[in-house]
C-alpha cells in the first residue's frame, strides 16, 4: 500500500478524532462514575442536615455554607478589584510599562500553584494578620487567587464594546466616569458576568488553598473568622480517610452538579455576550 | 475634571493589587523559606534525599525528581491529548460540534482536582496494580491524571494559537492543492507554534503546581522513583501533607520547598510569556 496524501489525510484524520474523543470519554466517565454512584445516596436530608460521627452519617449542610460563605466573600472581594483593574488598563491609561507590569502581575498570579496561595494565605492572613484559620483567611486567598481570571475576562468584554458607543457618550456630554459606568460596562456585563461566574467555579473546586487557610472544622460557621471546611475538602478528606464512601460519593455529585450548572450560567453568559456584540 | 483625575488614581491603586499581591506573596514565602534554605546551603536542600524532618534533616531531592518525573509523563500525555484536540476544533470540526465540544473541554477543567485524584486512585491504581504490578500508586498514575487535568490548559491556548493564523495561510494552502491534514501540519502547526509551545509550558507549570490529585495517586514515598511503577512524593504534595503537624524549622523547611516550587513556576511562566510574546510581535499586534 502506497503512502498517498490522501491516506494520510485519512490516518490523520482517525487519529486526531480518536484522541478528541478519548478526551470526551474521560469526561463523560468521569461525571457518570461520581453521579452514579453518589445521585443514590442524595436526598433531602443529606442536603440539610448536620454531619454525625465525623461525616459517617448525616448530611453537608455545613459544608454547603461554608463553601458559600467563602466562595461568595472571595468573589465579592475580587470582583471589584478586578474590573476596576480592567477599567483602568481599557479606558484610563494607555499602553505602556505600567500596564505591562500590572499584566505582568496578573499573568504571574494566574501562574501561581495553588498550595502557594494556601501557604501564603497560611501564613499572612491566618498567623500574621491574625485571622486564624477561618472563612475570612480563606476567602481573602482565593480572592487572590481568581483575581487574574476577572482581569482578563472584563479586559477582553470591555474591549470588545464597539468604539462608537464610547463616542456616543462623549457627544452627549457624559464625562469619562458616566460613559465607563453607564456604557461601556453595561454593554460589557454579560462578558464580566463571564469571569465572575467562572471565577466561582474556579473557588468551589480549590482545596488545597482551603485547607491551610479555612480548617477543616465540622461544624456551621457563625461568623467569618469560623473555621469551615467547604464542599472540596469535605469530599477529599471522606474518601481519603475512607469515612463514608456512600458520602463522599454523595458529597461529589453535589459539586460536579454545582459545577456543572455554573459552566452552563457561564457558557449562556458567554453566548449572551457574544450575540449582542455582532 | 477633578473628579475624573481622583477616579483615576483610585483605579490606579486598585489596578496595582495584583502586582502588589505577587510581591507580597513572594516576600512571604522567601522570608519564611529562604532561613533554612541558608541554614543548610542551597546545595544541600536540594541535592540531599534525606528528608527526617524530626533530625533536622532536610534535602528535598527525591521530591524534585518527582515532580520532574509525573510533571514529564503529564505532559507527554496532555500534550498529545491536548493539541490534538485542539487541532480537531480548528481543523477537521464542523462549527455545530464544536459549539459542543468547546464547553465539555471547559467543563473537564472546571471539575475539582479531588475529584479526579479520586477518580484515580478507585479506578486507575487498582488498574495499574493488578495489571502492570507494582503498589498502582506510581508515578504512572499520577502522569495520567494530571495528563487529563492540563489538556484543557494546553488546548484553549493552543487554540487560541491556531486561531491567530491568518486565513490566507490555510486558504492558500488548500488551493495549492494541500490536504486538510498537510495544510495543518505544515502550515497551520508551523504558523501558531510560539503559542502551542507557550501552552504546552503553561500546561507544565499547571502539572508542577497540582497538589491534591498526585497525594491521591502518587503514593507520597520519600524514595525517588526508579520506574514508572514506583510511587513517588512531588514538591507539592510534600508542603500538603506535613502543613498540617509542621512547626519550627519543617514549617520553615515545607516553605522552603514552597521557595523551590516557586521558583521552578516562575521561570516557566516568564518562559512562556516571552514566547507568546514573540508570536505578538510577529504576527504585527501591538
Not at chain 1, 465540622?218 to 467569618?224: D, E, I, M, T
Not at chain 1, 459545577?259 to 457574544?274: D, Q, S
Not at chain 2, 531531592?61 to 518525573?69: D, F, Y
Request: charged share 10%; proline share 4%; with cysteine.
Amino acid at each position: 500500500m502506497r503512502i498517498t496524501p490522501a491516506r494520510t489525510q485519512r490516518a490523520a484524520a482517525i487519529v486526531l478524532w480518536t484522541l478528541a474523543a478519548c478526551t470526551i470519554g474521560v469526561l463523560v466517565f468521569v461525571v457518570g462514575f461520581i453521579l452514579a454512584r453518589g445521585l443514590p445516596h442524595l436526598t433531602w436530608g443529606f442536603l440539610t442536615e448536620s454531619p454525625r460521627s465525623m461525616g459517617r452519617e448525616g448530611g453537608v449542610l455545613p459544608m454547603i455554607v461554608g463553601t458559600l460563605w467563602v466562595t461568595g466573600l472571595a468573589v465579592l472581594i475580587a470582583a471589584p478589584i478586578g474590573v476596576g483593574t480592567a477599567v483602568y488598563l481599557t479606558e484610563y491609561t494607555r499602553e505602556g510599562r505600567l500596564t505591562a507590569v500590572i499584566r505582568f502581575g496578573a499573568d504571574c498570579l494566574a501562574g501561581i500553584p495553588s498550595i502557594i496561595f494556601g501557604l501564603f494565605g497560611f501564613v499572612f492572613f491566618v498567623i500574621t494578620l491574625g485571622l486564624g484559620l477561618s472563612v475570612l483567611s480563606g476567602a481573602l486567598t482565593l480572592a487572590l487567587m481568581v483575581l487574574p481570571t476577572i482581569i482578563r475576562t472584563s479586559e477582553e468584554a470591555i474591549r470588545a464594546v464597539p468604539r462608537a458607543y464610547r463616542d456616543v457618550s462623549y457627544g452627549l456630554g457624559s464625562t469619562r466616569w458616566q460613559m465607563v459606568t453607564k456604557v461601556v460596562l453595561r454593554s460589557a456585563l454579560p462578558g464580566i458576568g463571564t469571569g465572575i461566574v467562572l471565577a466561582v467555579g474556579r473557588s468551589i473546586s480549590e482545596t488545597a488553598a482551603v485547607m491551610l487557610t479555612a480548617g477543616s472544622a465540622l461544624g456551621l460557621p457563625q461568623s467569618v473568622f469560623d473555621s469551615s471546611r467547604t464542599m472540596a475538602l469535605h469530599f477529599y478528606i471522606m474518601s481519603r480517610e475512607g469515612i463514608s464512601m456512600a458520602n463522599a460519593y454523595a458529597t461529589g455529585s453535589v459539586l460536579i452538579l454545582s459545577i456543572m450548572a455554573i459552566n452552563l450560567a457561564a457558557y449562556w453568559l458567554m453566548r449572551r455576550f457574544v450575540a449582542k456584540a455582532a | 475634571m477633578k473628579q475624573d483625575r481622583v477616579i483615576s488614581l483610585v483605579l490606579l491603586a486598585v489596578a496595582m493589587s495584583a502586582i502588589s499581591g505577587l510581591a507580597v506573596i513572594t516576600a512571604f514565602i522567601f522570608k519564611e523559606g529562604l532561613p533554612i534554605i541558608t541554614k543548610v546551603g542551597l546545595g544541600g536542600f536540594i541535592l540531599s534525599s534525606d528528608w527526617y524532618p524530626q533530625e533536622g534533616e532536610f534535602g528535598i531531592l527525591p521530591m524534585i525528581v518527582g515532580s520532574l518525573a509525573v510533571t514529564a509523563g503529564a505532559m507527554i500525555i496532555g500534550a498529545v491529548l491536548g493539541l490534538g484536540c485542539a487541532i480537531v476544533l480548528t481543523q477537521f470540526c464542523p462549527p455545530r460540534l464544536v459549539a459542543v465540544l468547546k464547553p465539555c473541554i471547559e467543563l473537564l477543567a472546571g471539575i475539582p482536582s479531588v475529584v479526579y485524584g479520586f477518580i484515580g486512585v478507585t479506578i486507575l491504581v487498582p488498574f495499574i496494580r493488578d495489571h502492570l504490578g507494582g503498589p498502582g500508586l506510581s508515578v504512572l498514575a499520577s502522569s495520567i491524571v494530571l495528563g487529563v487535568m492540563v489538556v484543557p490548559t494546553v488546548t484553549s491556548i493552543s487554540v487560541d494559537a491556531l486561531r491567530a493564523v491568518p486565513r490566507s495561510y490555510r486558504e492558500g494552502s488548500l488551493a495549492l492543492g494541500a490536504t486538510g491534514w498537510q495544510t495543518t501540519h505544515m502550515v497551520m502547526l508551523k504558523a501558531a507554534r510560539s503559542g502551542i509551545a507557550a501552552a504546552i509550558i503553561l500546561g507544565m507549570g499547571r502539572a508542577v503546581g497540582e497538589t491534591m490529585a498526585v497525594i491521591m495517586v502518587a503514593g507520597n514515598t520519600l524514595e525517588a522513583p526508579h520506574s514508572l511503577l514506583d510511587p513517588v512524593r512531588t514538591l507539592t504534595s510534600n508542603i500538603a501533607l506535613e502543613m498540617g503537624y509542621a512547626a519550627g524549622d519543617h514549617r520553615r523547611a515545607l516553605f522552603a520547598t514552597g521557595v523551590i516550587l516557586f521558583v521552578i513556576i516562575m521561570i516557566l511562566n516568564t518562559i512562556a510569556l516571552a514566547v507568546s510574546r514573540r508570536r505578538a510581535g510577529k504576527a504585527g499586534r501591538a
